[in-house]
């Protein structure tokens, strides 16, 4: 009984003076860049505000063509009123991602079509993360869209 009061005494004392970061994976390039390619595809797809919440910063900016920079509410707020139809199909076409630290920027073009597979329109966007608080957050975005080829 002695042993084992020990070694529960000793786990127990591991858990509380190692940080729960070191406990989680671990940071590297690779794994940054794969966690912000999966924060892009969960922020493409996303149909829901608590989605957008935790992905956006609470200082996020949406630069739109229109003499606005969206705040986080405001951002959130119009995706929520303009849902795709749900024949729509979303995918990226390219996705690049430039890490500098604690802050990664990922340019991408977003392919938009029918249910079919017929490409309705592209996208080109830049997103601008930061690591803060123990993840990925959103703090900036922008994107444009891409005329077609022979300007039709």
Known sequence: MP????????????????????????????????????????????????????????????VIPF???????????????HLPAPDRKERFDKLEVRLYGDVGIVNGTVIGGDSSGKELDRTAFTDVFVYRDGRWQAVNAQENAIGKPGGK
């Open 3 to 62: 042993a084992n009061s020990a070694m529960l005494a000793a786990i127990l004392a591991l858990i509380f003076i190692f940080p729960s970061s070191l406990l989680a994976q671990t940071r590297n390039a690779e794994n940054d860049s794969q966690a912000l390619k999966n924060i892009e595809e969960q922020w493409l797809h996303a149909r829901d505000a608590a989605t957008l919440d935790r992905i956006l910063a609470s200082d996020f900016v949406h």
């Open 67 to 81: 003499d606005h920079f969206l705040t986080k509410p405001e951002h959130i707020n119009w995706n929520m009123r």
